[in-house]
């Protein structure tokens, strides 16, 4: 995971977000059953 992203597990979901300044930005909602490793690959350059 990058280092400012942040999760919250909710109701069978992860939520992950990152803090700003002035709030936070929503980045994904993904259901926590999914192979979140397999998940962060997708996004490297």
Do not use: A, T
Request: aromatic share 8%; glycine share 8%.
């Amino acid at each position: 995971m990058r280092p400012n992203l942040r999760g919250l597990p909710l109701d069978g979901y992860i939520i992950f977000y990152r803090i700003l300044d002035d709030g936070i930005e929503i980045l994904r909602v993904v259901s926590g059953r999914r192979n979140l490793p397999s998940l962060f690959k997708e996004q490297e350059p």
